[in-house]
C-alpha cells in the first residue's frame, strides 16, 4: 500500500508540474484513492485504514498543489443524488 501511494504521488505530481495553473481530471479505481488519501492526509498505521470509507462509483476527490499536495475533498457524490 505505501509503494501504491509512492508511485501514485509521483506521478500526481510530476502531472501537476506539468500542467500549472491548470484543472486537471485523474481517473483510478476507489481503492487507490482511498489508501492514496489516507497517506496524504498523514496517517501511517495499515489498522486504520478501514475508518477511510470507500467512495461512491463517480465520485470524486479534490486536491490542489503548490509544490506540496493538499487534499481538499474526499468522495463527493452530491452530483449523483439526481441518477436514478
Do not use: Q
Not at 500526481?12 to 495553473?21: D, L
Amino acid at each position: 500500500v505505501v509503494d501504491a501511494y509512492k508511485r501514485m504521488k509521483k506521478e500526481i505530481v510530476r502531472i501537476a508540474e506539468e500542467n500549472p495553473e491548470t484543472t486537471i481530471l485523474i481517473v483510478s479505481h476507489s481503492a487507490a484513492i482511498r489508501a492514496f488519501w489516507y497517506y496524504l492526509s498523514g496517517y501511517t498505521d495499515l489498522n486504520m485504514l478501514d475508518s477511510v470509507p470507500f467512495m461512491k462509483n463517480a465520485s470524486y476527490c479534490i486536491l490542489t498543489y503548490d509544490g506540496e499536495l493538499h487534499p481538499h475533498t474526499f468522495g463527493e457524490a452530491s452530483h449523483l443524488a439526481e441518477v436514478k
